[in-house]
Each structure stands twice: as structure tokens, then as C-alpha cells.
């Protein structure tokens, strides 16, 4: 009897000082990402609460997405600090033959990258993540998402003693009961609001995660399937502001304010799609001679990217002179010819070098598609020649070039940054001022230039680069001009042009 009471006893005590640490203020992180947000979405107008923040937070006028402009990509690059070329996720649509020999793996689905983790032992991701960081030092991170329940499980695909809480997906499973019993379904077009709650109720609880990520899918849902500036995506963008404005003012009101860093970002641009009609890259290589049927095994195309079995030298070489000519592809990337090579092996081609996409597991051909700056019907400026409606994933200047707004005790206020920076630098900057060293493995570097307390060392002076590639074609010329921002060892790919004479 003696020895339980003093089990209670020493349970008791145990509990008080869980309690007492758990009501103990650290300053922690808040990320967030709104699908597709434009910069110039974020007026007075759309915006109310997130123009209020960008004025007296700082705003990086050169912020990039990581190429391909492609969600996952995005959600990939920014949860490891690290391009394609070291987390190995190549696309939005990803082909892994020990999974499906056949086609590729929509990577929106959380059940499709399971079955990649699987097939490759645990290497959905080749880099250290985020949350991965988090646990190795007794952390968590969670995640709070209204988007694809891959996009989701991205950020934190290994969950790492933190949680992910999206509408189709909770995980660990053993939290999926106790989640809708404190929250409630969702209801329909609630997905945002209940996103947020959930935020709140978790997030921001005194023993909450010291990071916190949440991806609002809107404007990017409303925005394909509408277009840029229709009524119906004119509304998405102000939901989700209405949501990012009770967040601002839930912790206002819990006196945490002066207690969060919040890094806001986006995973890529928006354009109007005006490529209607134009056939898919399996339609042109079966007509072509190339590929025997839409399942055959021989070639097998995964978004821009083509894998092609043999991996034959000269075939490659076929298919980039039989798509250089068509007004719809835009800039086509190969295997450099030597490591370190800016331009590709095939002719009129550059190397996966130089858009950070020179991985393992990096196709045999990268296309992507030509855009120009038209205008559309509601005034936004960019249309690229896929088919569809509108979408993003481009070298456009209107697919790369996004927002990004830092606020918080770590942060300058009121100030605006011309240097480059980009998705992958999320992570190396929330671990530096979280006082958590930097695995050297990361491709992004640590934003010093909006910090209140920068580096002696920091990084000031950037400067422009061009690489141009070009050869003829029966009947014209076809050449690709890319651009960089380099700063110190770090290149930003600012954007690629096309031009057919």
C-alpha cells in the first residue's frame, strides 16, 4: 500500500513538472504556404490581412520556387532545405519501375509515395527533413493541410513524433479518432476553416509542436479548375486570407505574438493556360515511332520528364530533335555531357546541372513547356501553352518568381530584400534561429539578410547569369536562354525563354 502511494506521489510529481514545462513560453515557428499565390494577389483588396502583415513584417522581392513549379517539388524542397538533385523527388507525377514498370505515380496521393517508401526501404526522400530534425533533438513538427494528402506527407513524410492533420489523411492513425471527436467533420467548403481550427487547438497549445506548418490549397484548387481572376477564385483567395486573419488574431489574443516566427511562402506561381488541343508527350511519341502503346514499358513519361528503358543515346537524340521544333515545348533539359556541363548532350539542350535536377533518379529528358506574357481577360498577365485552363509548373518568370514574408522576434520589420531567395532556404533559416545546426547536406542557406541579428558573414552582393543553347532544325533555329542569380555559391534559377527562327 505504501509503495503505490509513493508511485502516485512520484506520478504526481512528474505530471506537475510536465506541466509546468509544457506552460513555459519558447519561441517557435510557424510556416505557411497558400497554393498558387501570385504576388500580386496580395492587395488591400483580395488580401486584407496578409497585405496588413506583409507591411509590417519583411518581404523578399526575389523569392523563387524550386523547379518544377509543381507542388510536391515544393513541398519536398522546402520540408529538406534541399533541391531535387538531393531529396530525389523529381515531379509532380514521379516513375520508380520497382513500383509500376509501366506508368508513372501521382505523388498527390500519400498512398502512392507509401509505396515508394516501401520499394526503396525508406527512401522516399534521399536528404533529412525537417521534422526528421525535430525528433533527433526531442521535438516535434506538425502539419496542417487543406490540400492532396500527398502534398501533406511530404513535409513530414516520416511523421517524426509530430502528427499530420489533413481532411482525407491523419497520421499517427491511433490520433484519427480523437481528432474529428474535438473538431468535428468537415463540412462542405469548410476544409480551410477546419484546417485552421485544428491549428489552433494543436498548434497553439501550451505543449505544442516548436514547429508548426500549414498549407491552405486555395487559390491553387479553384484557380485550375476557374481560372486566374474568375469570381469563384477571386473568393478562394479571400477564404483563406479570412483564415490566415484568425490565425494572426488567435495568437494576439493568447498573448503569443512575440513568441512565433511565421515564414510565409507559396509552392509556385499561376498562369492562364492557352494550349488547348495540343497533344500529350505519349501521344507524340507513340505517333512518332518511339513509344509501341500508352502502356508499354519501352518509354514511360512522368509529367515533363521521359524515362526511356534502354536509355539509348541515339534515341534521345531523335526524340529532343522531334520535339525542338514544336511552338508548345518550351526549354528541354539532358544529362550534361560531362559532369559540371551547363548544356546538355544532345544538341540545344541544357544539363539537369543547371536547374538542380541532376539526381539518381532524373529522367532521360526533361521538357518543359513555352509560355509568354499575355494577358488575360481579368488583367493577369502569363499564359502558358499546356493544355487546360490555367496552372503553373513552368520556367515562366510567372511560375518562379513568389511571395515570401517573415515576421516574428527573429525578423526585421518593415523592410524589403532585392537578394535572391527561395523555398529551399526555409528550413536552414527556421533551424538557425530555432539555434539547431544546419546539416551541411541542405541546398538553401540561411536568410541573414532578414534577420534582426545577421551574420558578419552574410551574403550581400548577387549578379545575373545567362546560358544560352541553340541549334537548327530543318526549316528554323531553336534556342533556349536561361537565367540564374548568383549569390556567393548559390544559384537561383530565375527563369528560362524559348525562341523558334
Not at 480551410?192 to 491553387?220: E, M, Q
Amino acid at each position: 500500500m505504501i509503495k503505490k502511494q509513493w508511485i502516485l506521489i512520484l506520478a504526481s510529481c512528474f505530471l506537475l513538472k510536465v506541466a509546468a514545462a509544457q506552460s513555459t513560453k519558447e519561441t517557435r515557428t510557424l510556416i505557411v504556404f497558400f497554393d498558387g499565390l501570385r504576388p500580386d494577389y496580395i492587395t488591400p483588396e483580395l488580401m486584407p490581412n496578409l497585405y496588413a502583415f506583409k507591411k509590417q513584417g519583411a518581404y523578399g522581392k526575389s523569392h523563387h520556387s524550386v523547379f518544377p513549379t509543381v507542388t510536391r517539388v515544393n513541398s519536398a524542397s522546402y520540408s529538406t532545405g534541399s533541391y531535387p538533385v538531393t531529396h530525389g523527388l523529381m515531379g509532380n507525377s514521379v516513375f520508380f519501375p520497382q513500383v509500376s514498370p509501366s506508368k508513372s505515380l501521382n505523388t498527390g496521393e500519400a498512398e502512392d509515395l507509401m509505396k515508394i517508401t516501401e520499394a526503396t526501404q525508406g527512401k522516399l526522400l534521399t536528404t533529412v527533413s525537417l521534422g526528421e530534425i525535430m525528433q533527433s533533438i526531442g521535438k516535434r513538427m506538425m502539419v496542417f493541410s487543406s490540400g492532396s494528402t500527398g502534398q501533406a506527407y511530404l513535409q513530414n513524410h516520416t511523421i517524426s513524433g509530430g502528427a499530420i492533420i489533413n481532411p482525407a489523411m491523419i497520421l499517427p492513425t491511433s490520433i484519427k479518432d480523437s481528432i474529428f471527436r474535438d473538431l468535428g467533420p468537415v463540412e462542405p467548403g469548410g476544409k480551410h476553416k477546419w484546417v485552421t481550427d485544428a491549428l489552433i487547438r494543436y498548434g497553439f497549445a501550451p505543449n505544442g509542436p516548436l514547429v508548426s506548418a500549414i498549407w491552405f490549397s486555395d487559390p491553387d484548387g479553384t484557380a485550375h479548375a476557374k481560372g486566374i481572376g474568375s469570381p469563384e477564385a477571386v473568393a478562394s483567395i479571400k477564404a483563406v486570407d479570412e483564415q490566415f486573419g484568425r490565425i494572426v488574431s488567435t495568437l494576439r489574443e493568447k498573448g503569443l505574438t512575440s513568441f512565433y516566427n511565421i515564414l510565409i511562402s507559396t509552392d509556385h506561381g499561376f498562369m492562364t493556360h492557352v494550349g488547348q488541343g495540343k497533344k500529350s508527350l505519349n501521344q507524340l511519341l507513340i505517333e512518332n515511332g518511339f513509344k509501341q502503346s500508352e502502356t508499354s514499358e519501352d518509354i514511360v513519361t512522368a509529367g515533363g520528364a521521359i524515362y526511356l528503358k534502354d536509355q539509348n543515346p541515339e534515341t534521345i537524340r531523335k526524340i529532343v530533335a522531334m520535339l525542338q521544333p514544336l511552338e508548345f515545348v518550351g526549354a528541354i533539359f539532358t544529362k550534361a555531357a560531362k559532369p559540371g556541363d551547363q548544356q546538355g548532350f544532345v544538341p540545344g539542350t541544357l544539363s539537369f546541372e543547371t536547374i538542380h535536377w541532376n539526381h539518381a533518379r532524373a529522367a532521360d529528358i526533361l521538357v518543359d513547356a513555352n509560355w509568354d506574357d499575355r494577358v488575360n481577360s481579368a488583367g493577369y498577365a502569363g499564359a502558358s501553352y499546356l493544355p487546360g485552363v490555367a496552372g503553373h509548373g513552368t520556367l515562366s518568370p510567372w511560375d518562379v518568381h513568389i511571395p515570401l514574408i517573415v515576421s516574428g522576434p527573429a525578423f526585421k520589420k518593415g523592410f524589403e530584400t532585392e537578394l535572391p531567395t527561395s523555398n529551399v532556404d526555409l528550413a536552414p533559416t527556421v533551424l538557425h534561429i530555432l539555434n539547431i545546426p544546419v546539416p551541411a547536406a541542405m541546398n538553401g542557406r540561411v536568410m541573414n539578410e532578414l534577420l534582426q541579428k545577421p551574420a558578419a558573414n552574410a551574403l550581400k552582393a548577387a549578379k545575373k547569369e545567362t546560358i544560352e543553347t541553340s541549334t537548327d532544325y530543318p526549316g528554323g533555329k531553336y534556342k533556349v536562354t536561361l537565367t540564374r542569380t548568383l549569390l556567393g555559391e548559390y544559384q537561383y534559377v530565375d527563369g528560362a525563354k524559348t525562341e523558334r527562327k
